[in-house]
């Protein structure tokens, strides 16, 4: 071939994600990199999923979801987050939520569109923003408190701005936006006509007794909102890929017609698993967010205790350490020899950037077993000052 390909793909590395897991394989190194937990699951719902393969339809489902996923999603949401969402009209089920970003990037963005854009950010946000002709404008967070301001957003926003993409709680500094940065948010959006996009895959994964506000709950926000969630972080299945999208009607029309050239459908018989573990009493959700608090607090103990300076985290599958204060300046660098020379994965923060990297945050997926950590941990213990 002589022709270019599309340049913004043929110029991407492989994910930061896939690269470490592969590393850590070669290396037979303790995996705290890409985010997944080493649990199988909880085993009704998989039994439902089996079940519905051996004795349940298998041909193409319904292009907007099974029906009773749809109830699903919107009995659940109602009951969890006081937003209701008509199965019929406001609902999509999509191949993972990031499916369902890139179909509301395709759908919803004109090319010369400006696309305001958090960083750090999760890293299929931007190719698929430019792929779509968006034109990223930046808001840059950083640690340790990973808030936007005013004057931040100010610097971003314009005349031109039709969408913001907009992830909380926040993958990879592990973050849950206050209500007042929410309302600055969403005053923001009604003042430009912005439609916010918002990856809420995180939203049951809170700790500390926070619980989850969705932007598309606040005034003004419920007819320019899309809402995003995902089975795989509800569930820790994280290679179902089953997601969600809620959005008013006139939205989701328009969204619907990306998905259906997209994927189309998602699996049938996960999308009936799925329904089934959404309508777990309250206590299934409280145990999984116990269990994952624990094991944050079991790693941020250990850390701290090797002397690492650790930074709060207030949800997802991830905790971050500092690595100025051992005299180290490339993220990128120090996760190498973590990976090959002390055997852990890793995640540089810095991957999480695309311009002026913030260079000294790691980051750890504490959603393992304990002798897990255990083992990350005496490894870390090797880390040595510079
Ligand atoms: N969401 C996962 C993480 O942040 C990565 C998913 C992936 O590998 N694409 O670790």
């Known amino acids: 071939m002589t022709k270019a390909f599309n340049s913004t793909f043929s110029g991407l590395p492989t994910t930061v994600f896939e690269t470490m897991s592969r590393l850590a394989r070669e290396h037979?190194?303790?995996?705290?990199?890409?985010?997944?937990?080493?649990?199988?699951?909880?085993?009704?719902?998989?039994?439902k999923a089996a079940e519905a393969v051996v004795s349940g339809w298998n041909q193409y489902p319904p292009m907007m979801g099974l029906p009773e996923l749809r109830a699903a999603v919107s009995a659940h949401y109602w009951h969890h987050q006081g937003v209701s969402f008509d199965p019929d009209s406001e609902i999509m089920v999509t191949s993972g939520a990031t499916e369902a970003i890139a179909g509301?990037?395709?759908?919803?963005?004109?090319?010369?569109?400006?696309?305001?854009?958090?960083?750090?950010l999760y890293d299929a946000y931007l190719p698929l923003v430019k792929r779509a002709g968006g034109v990223p404008k930046f808001v840059k967070l950083e640690p340790p408190e990973w808030r936007f301001t005013a004057e931040s957003l100010m610097a971003a926003f314009s005349p031109r701005t039709k969408l913001v993409l907009?992830?909380?709680p926040l993958n990879p500094s592990g973050t849950v936006c206050p209500p007042e940065d929410l309302s600055m948010l969403a005053h923001f959006c009604m003042a430009h006509d912005a439609i916010a996009l918002c990856d809420e895959v995180w939203e049951h994964v809170v700790f500390d007794g926070l619980s989850h506000i969705p932007l598309i709950a606040?005034?003004?926000?419920?007819?320019?909102?899309?809402?995003i969630g995902s089975a795989g972080k509800i569930f820790s299945l994280t290679?179902?890929?089953?997601?969600?999208?809620?959005a008013a009607p006139e939205i989701m029309k328009v969204l619907s017609k990306a998905h259906q050239f997209l994927t189309f459908t998602t699996p049938p018989n996960l999308q009936s698993a799925v329904a089934y573990g959404l309508a777990k009493e309250d206590a299934f959700f409280d145990l999984m967010r116990a269990d994952f608090q624990s094991a944050r607090d079991y790693l941020s103990k250990g850390l701290t205790d090797l002397g690492f300076s650790v930074l709060p985290?207030?949800?997802?599958?991830?905790?971050?350490?500092?690595?100025?204060p051992l005299g180290e300046n490339d993220d990128v660098a120090f996760c190498q020899r973590l990976v090959?020379?002390?055997?852990?994965?890793?995640?540089?923060?810095?991957?999480?950037?695309?311009?002026?990297?913030?260079?000294?945050?790691?980051?750890?997926?504490?959603?393992?077993?304990?002798?897990?950590?255990?083992?990350?941990l005496e490894r870390l213990s090797g880390v040595r000052r510079r």
């Open 340 to 376: 090959t020379e002390l055997g852990v994965a890793a995640i540089p923060v810095s991957a999480f950037y695309a311009e002026e990297p913030v260079k000294t945050i790691v980051r750890l997926c504490f959603a393992k077993k304990r002798s897990t950590l255990d083992a990350a």
């Open 28 to 47: 037979n190194a303790v995996n705290l990199g890409q985010g997944f937990p080493d649990d199988p699951g909880a085993e009704d719902i998989r039994q």
């Open 313 to 324: 985290s207030q949800g997802t599958y991830f905790i971050n350490f500092d690595i100025a």
């Open 218 to 227: 606040l005034p003004g926000m419920r007819e320019r909102t899309v809402k």
């Open 166 to 168: 907009f992830n909380n």
């Open 239 to 246: 290679g179902w890929k089953v997601g969600f999208v809620m």
């Open 104 to 120: 509301a990037l395709f759908a919803l963005i004109e090319p010369g569109d400006e696309v305001v854009l958090f960083e750090p």
